[in-house]
C-alpha cells in the first residue's frame, strides 16, 4: 500500500468539557482516514484529513441499496498514558469477511490496522481519561457509483472515524429487561446475519422500537424460522448460565462473530469453567428458569463489554435471573475484560495492541 498522506486540521474542534456526560456517539474528533476504491486501480490514496462531509451523488447506490460495512472498536488510555487498541486484527478479519458476502473488494488488514493507529495519534488527546471512558473507532465502506441499477459497485469509499465515549456504567453494571422477540427476525441462515452491516440494523430497529416502548431495554431474537432457538440479544451476542455450564449460540451464519463473545469463551475456559457453543431454545432457558438452574445471563459487545439481564419476558413468562441482580460470572468477566483493555490487568492473552 501507498503512504498514509496526511493533512491537519487548522481549526481544531472544541473538546467536550464535561467526560461524565460523553455518552455514546455525540462527539467526533478532528481527522478522518479516508481511502478509495476504483476498479482497475484498488484501494488507493490513503489519507487522514481534517473532518469533514463527504459529498455524494444522489444516485450513489449505497443510498440505495444499502452495500456497506462497517466495524466496531476501541482505543483506550491506560493509567500510564499509554494508548491500546484490543485485537484490532479480529476486527479487520471480520470486515473482510463481511465485505466478502456484501461483494465489497477486500483491503490489506494490516494495512488497515496501521491506519487506524495512524488515526488515533493524529487526534490522540480525544481519547478521554475519566475511568470507564474511550475513544469509539467506527470503520465503514460504502458504495458510490451514481447508478441506480443493482449490482455490485465498482467504486467505493474506506472511511474511519473516531468518537471519544463515556462509561457505558457510570453507576456499576446494571441488569437490563430484555423482551424475547417472538414475531420479527433479524437474519436467516443464508442472509448476511453473520456480517456487520447496516441491513441487519435496518431489519432490527422496528421490534427494538416496540420493546423500547414496552419498557424493554433490547430484543433477544430468536431463529427466523422455528422462533425457537436463542440467537443474540440486540446488537450484542448473549451467553447463558445454566447449572454449571455456560452456554452461547453457536455460529452458523446468522449470528455474529463478535470479539467480546470469543474473548468470553477463551477468558471463562481458562478458569476452568465449562463453556459450550451449542443451540440453545428458549424452552429450554425457560425450563430451566422454572426449574431454579438459569443462574446468569449476560450480552457481550464492544460498548458495553457486558451487559448482565435481569428479567426475560416471552409471551406470558416473566423469568427473574439471579433476582434481578448481577450475577457473580457477570461481574468477574466484565472487572477481567475491562480490566485487561484498560492495561490494569495483565494482558496474558496477548490480546491489546500499543498504538504508543
Ligand atoms: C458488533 C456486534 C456484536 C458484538 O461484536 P463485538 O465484536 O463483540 O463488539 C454482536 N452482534 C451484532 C449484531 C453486532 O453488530
Redesign the pocket.
Known amino acids: 500500500m501507498e503512504k498514509i498522506r496526511i493533512e491537519l486540521t487548522k481549526e481544531k474542534k472544541q473538546k467536550p468539557a464535561d467526560q461524565s456526560k460523553l455518552g455514546f456517539g455525540n462527539y467526533y474528533t478532528d481527522h478522518m482516514f479516508i481511502m478509495n476504491y476504483d476498479e482497475g486501480q484498488g484501494w488507493h490514496d490513503p489519507r487522514i484529513v481534517p473532518y469533514q462531509n463527504i459529498a455524494l451523488d444522489p444516485a450513489a447506490m449505497c443510498l440505495h441499496y444499502g452495500q456497506e460495512v462497517f466495524?466496531?472498536?476501541k482505543a483506550y488510555r491506560t493509567k500510564k498514558g499509554e494508548i491500546l487498541l484490543f485485537r484490532p486484527d479480529?476486527?479487520m478479519a471480520?470486515m473482510n469477511k463481511s465485505n466478502e458476502r456484501l461483494c465489497i473488494p477486500e483491503f490489506d488488514e494490516e494495512f488497515a490496522v496501521e491506519a487506524i493507529k495512524e488515526l488515533v495519534k493524529v487526534d490522540e488527546d480525544w481519547i478521554p481519561t475519566a475511568e470507564g471512558t474511550s475513544l469509539y473507532i467506527r470503520p465503514f465502506i460504502f458504495a458510490v457509483d451514481p447508478h441506480v441499477g443493482v449490482h455490485p459497485a465498482h467504486h467505493l469509499l474506506f472511511v474511519i472515524i473516531l468518537s471519544p465515549v463515556g462509561a457505558y456504567y457510570p453507576e456499576g453494571l446494571n441488569p437490563v429487561k430484555i423482551y424475547v422477540e417472538d414475531n420479527y427476525v433479524?437474519a436467516v441462515k443464508g442472509g448476511i446475519?453473520f456480517a456487520?452491516t447496516g441491513g441487519?440494523?435496518a431489519a432490527?430497529l422496528k421490534a427494538q422500537d416496540e420493546a423500547s416502548k414496552q419498557g424493554y431495554t433490547q430484543v433477544l431474537w430468536l431463529d427466523g424460522v422455528e422462533r425457537k432457538y436463542i440467537e443474540?440479544v440486540?446488537?450484542?451476542?448473549v451467553f447463558f448460565v445454566i447449572d454449571d455450564e455456560v452456554i452461547t449460540p453457536e455460529l452458523q451464519g446468522s449470528?455474529?462473530?463478535?470479539?467480546?463473545?470469543?474473548?468470553c469463551i477463551d477468558i471463562l475456559r481458562s478458569w476452568g469453567l465449562k463453556v459450550s457453543e451449542r443451540r440453545l431454545s428458549i424452552d429450554e432457558v425457560a425450563q430451566a428458569a422454572k426449574e431454579g438452574r438459569l443462574k446468569e445471563a449476560f450480552?457481550?459487545?464492544?460498548?458495553a463489554v457486558i451487559s448482565p439481564i435481569g428479567e426475560l419476558k416471552w409471551g406470558d413468562e416473566v423469568m427473574k435471573i439471579n433476582n434481578g441482580e448481577i450475577g457473580e460470572i457477570s461481574q468477574k468477566l466484565y472487572d477481567n475484560l475491562s480490566g485487561i483493555q484498560w492495561g490494569d490487568i495483565e494482558d496474558t492473552f496477548g490480546w491489546t495492541v500499543k498504538v504508543k
Open positions: 466495524e466496531g472498536l479480529r476486527n471480520r433479524r446475519g456487520k441487519n440494523y432490527s443474540e440486540g446488537t450484542m451476542n449470528i455474529l462473530s463478535g470479539v467480546t463473545r470469543m474473548s450480552g457481550s459487545g464492544t460498548a
